[in-house]
């Protein structure tokens, strides 16, 4: 048990901002094993979303409550996933070959094509995720509101991080910090991502059952996003990974909404 907490917590520490008993290091065997919890730190952070829409939602508007939503999360997570997102579309708007697309992603200076992708990223959650919460908000049922916020979360960091369990890392040398997730995973690290990840969406699906169908969308998002990289960098970097968080979240808010309109 005390070995699983530190696992925990070195999760915690690498993919959120959230201070952690001082022992806790980025010990390569531990940030590799943590991986089983990535889909486990959505709940934290879709939790500490959700806290800071409710509260706002209590005295400003809907559209006002979902802004603070949104910045409550990038605090938390200290903008990881969304500095990934601007950073693969700095190198694959940039880069034609895999050596060019590496170097541009690992600058740390935002380009047009980040900025320009952050935006309407941005534009496209808020709305998408203000209509979903309207959906819920109709059956007075801030309970499915927080499903909600952590399914979208679990779900999307889920696809993510399940990347490392089928492709290589692109990276020939260990100059990313997310060199030690790139090593052989354990049928533990599949099932623990496999199990927080998806354990929110069933819950929210004995209320609206039909939301199951999500799971498609989001998973050819995964299959397509993995298989681009493949294709330009033999792989995947940590910057991929959280692209495809970021990415797969948004995809997630539009499956709800077309799932609830048209099926």
Known sequence: MKKELHI???????????????????????LNKATRYFPLIGWIVGSF?????????????????????????I???????EDGFADVCDGFGGGWTKEK?????????????????????????????????????TENSYF?????FISAHALSRLAA????????????DASSKSKPIAKKNTWKEVFGAFLFGLLPLLTISFYHYK???????????????????QKWI????????????????????LSILFVWKFI
Do not use: W
């Open 234 to 253: 033999d792989g995947y970097t940590g910057d991929c990974l959280g692209a495809t968080q970021q990415v797969c979240e948004v995809v997630y808010y």
């Open 211 to 229: 939301i199951l169908l999500t799971l498609i969308p989001v998973f050819l998002t995964r299959h397509f996003l993995a298989r681009y990289f």
């Open 161 to 172: 991080i399940s990347i490392i369990f089928t492709h290589e890392y692109s990276r020939d």
């Open 101 to 137: 697309i590496l170097i541009i992603m690992k600058d740390s200076a935002i380009g047009a094509y980040g900025a320009i992708g952050l935006v309407l990223l941005f534009l496209l959650k808020f709305k998408l995720l203000s209509e979903s919460i309207l959906l819920l908000r």
């Open 75 to 81: 605090l938390t997570t200290g903008a990881f996933h």
């Open 8 to 30: 925990f917590f070195t999760s915690l520490m690498f993919y959120t901002r959230i201070p952690c008993p001082k022992n806790i290091n980025h010990h390569p065997d531990y």
């Open 144 to 148: 499915q509101i927080y499903l909600l």
């Open 49 to 73: 979303s959700f806290i800071s829409f409710y509260i706002f939602s209590l005295f400003l508007s809907l559209e006002i409550a979902v802004i603070f939503a949104i910045i409550t999360s």
